[in-house]
C-alpha cells in the first residue's frame, strides 16, 4: 500500500510539473500601462515579409495594433479578402488601426484610398498627398470623417520634409487632416520632435517611432536608443500633450533580419515608459 | 564638354551615394554611458548555440563582456585552443571577464577549474561549490588571488537559494569570496535583489541580469521588462553601491530561438539606464 501511495504522489508530481511547463504563456505579455497612447507597428517595418511573419512578430513583441500596408492587404482586395485578413490579425491579437502610408497623386488616387480605408473599416489614413490635391482631401475628409494624418519625410522627398512644413500646409484645413510625425525624418530635417509634438500636437493623428544617427539626409535609421533622439523627453511630451493615438515602430535597419532590431526597439521604448514615470 | 561634366558629376553622385550606403557601420554602437559597471551576457544563454552564433548575437545587440561557459570553451581545452577562442571573441569585439557557473563537488573540482580558469586567464570564477567545500575555496582563493562569486539559484536546487544564503556561509571567509547575484533567481526565493544588492554589495562580483513571473519556485523567466523585478530601483541602487563589476543576461526563455527575447532585455535595460539618470 505504502508502495502505491509512492507511486501515486510520484506521477502527481510528474503531471504538475508538466502542467507547471504548459501553464507558462507565451508571449508572456508586457504589463500593463495605463498611458493614453498605445504602442504599434507600421506595416512598412515588414517590407520584405508576409503577413503571417508580421503578425507572429508582433505577437512575440507582445504588439497589438498594426498600421496595414498595401503589401499586406492589397486596395484591391474583396471584402472577403478583407474579412479574412481581419480575421487573421485577431487571431494573434492584433488589430489593424490606420492603413499608410499611401502615396496620391491625383483624384483618382484619393478616391481610391479612401474607398480602400472605407472598406477596410478603418478611420485613419496615412497619406501623402501631392500638396495640390489638400482642397480635395479636404472635401474627402469631411465627406467620410476620417483623420488624414500626412507622413513627413525629411529630406528624402521632395513633399512634407518635416512637421511644420505639415502644418503650415493643413492648419487652414478641416482639423482632421494633419500628421503622422515620424520622429527619425523630422529629426533628420534638422527639427526637433519633442518641440515639434508640442507645437503641432492639436494635429499628430499617428506617430513613427525609430531612432536616427544625425541630425541631416545623411542620419540613418537604427535601433531605437543606438541615436540622437532623446526618447525621456519625447515620453514625457506624449504624455504632456495627452497624445492619444499610435505611435508605431517603423524600423528601417537590416530589413532583411529585423527581428532583433525589432525586438530591442521595442524593450528600448516599453523600458522609457516604466522609468519615466 | 558640358556632357562630360554631366556624367562625371552622375558617377560621382552613384559614388558618393554607394559610399554612404557602405559607411553605415552595423552594428550602430549604443551611446556610450558613464556607469561604473558594464552590461554583459551570461554563456548559459546560448547552451543550445555554439560559439560563433553566441558572439554574433553579441556583435548585434552591442554587447562586449561575456562569461565563459565550458561548453563553448572545455575545460579540457589546450592553450592552443584557448588562444584560438580568445582570438575569436576579439574578432566580434567580445571579452570573457569570468567563467561560470561551474559547479564544483569535490576538491578535484575546485582544483581543476581554478587551473581552467588561470589557463583561460580571468580572474573571476562563478561557482556552485558544495557548502562543505568552502574552506578549500577559501585557500584557494588565496593562492589564486581570485575573485570566487557564488551563484545562487533560487528554490530550484538545494544549496545557496538566494544572496542572504550566500552571505552567511561567506562572511567570515576571504573577502574574495561572495556571489553573483542572480536577480531573477533571488526574488523566486521571496527575496528583493535591490535590498540585497544593498546589503550584501561588498560582495556582489558578479550578476545575473533576467526578469522573472513571480517570486516563488512557480515564477519563472521572461524578456526583462515583463515580469515583476523592479528595474528603475535596481539601476539606482547599482549606482549607489558603485557595482563596478558586469551584469550578464541570463536569458532563460524560448532557449531554441531566443534572439529576439535577447535583443528586447538588451534594450529595455538600456533603456533604463538612460531613463534613470
Known amino acids: 500500500m505504502k508502495k502505491l501511495v509512492v507511486i501515486a504522489l510520484a ?13 507558462r504563456p507565451d508571449p508572456q505579455p508586457a504589463p500593463e500601462n495605463s498611458e493614453s497612447f ?13 503577413l503571417e511573419t508580421t503578425l507572429k512578430t508582433l505577437q512575440r513583441c507582445d504588439v497589438h495594433y498594426l498600421c496595414i500596408k498595401d503589401f499586406h492587404l492589397p486596395v484591391a482586395s474583396t471584402d472577403e479578402e478583407i474579412a479574412a485578413f481581419h480575421k487573421k490579425c485577431a487571431d494573434y491579437g492584433v488589430k489593424g488601426y490606420a492603413v499608410g502610408p499611401l502615396y496620391m497623386k491625383s483624384k483618382e488616387d484619393v478616391d481610391k484610398y479612401f474607398d480602400y480605408a472605407k472598406r477596410v473599416g478603418v478611420k485613419l489614413i496615412v497619406g501623402v498627398p501631392d500638396y495640390e490635391l489638400l482642397p480635395y482631401v479636404d472635401q474627402k475628409v ?4 476620417f483623420n488624414y494624418a ?3 519625410h525629411g529630406p528624402d522627398i521632395k513633399i512634407y520634409p518635416d512637421a511644420e512644413d505639415v502644418w503650415e500646409h493643413t492648419k487652414d484645413l478641416d482639423p482632421r487632416i494633419g500628421m503622422c510625425l515620424d520622429i527619425g525624418h523630422d529629426t533628420r530635417n534638422g527639427k ?7 507645437k503641432y500636437h492639436t494635429r499628430v493623428f499617428d506617430m513613427h517611432l525609430k531612432d536616427v544617427t544625425g541630425p541631416t539626409k545623411l542620419g540613418y535609421s537604427v535601433e531605437v536608443g543606438r541615436g540622437i533622439i532623446d526618447f525621456p523627453a519625447l515620453v514625457k511630451m506624449m504624455r504632456k500633450v495627452n497624445y492619444t493615438g499610435v505611435i508605431s515602430l517603423e524600423h528601417e535597419r537590416n ?12 524593450g528600448y521604448f516599453r523600458a522609457m515608459l516604466v522609468a519615466t514615470k
Open 11 to 23: 506521477l502527481f508530481t510528474l503531471t504538475v510539473s508538466q502542467a507547471q511547463e504548459q501553464k
Open 192 to 198: 526637433d520632435p519633442v518641440a515639434d509634438l508640442k
Open 255 to 266: 530589413m532583411d533580419d529585423p527581428f532583433m532590431g525589432i525586438a530591442e526597439s521595442i
Open 142 to 145: 469631411k465627406e467620410y470623417d
Open 38 to 50: 498605445r504602442l504599434g507597428m507600421a506595416g512598412y517595418t515588414f517590407v520584405k515579409f508576409d
Open 150 to 152: 500626412i507622413h513627413l
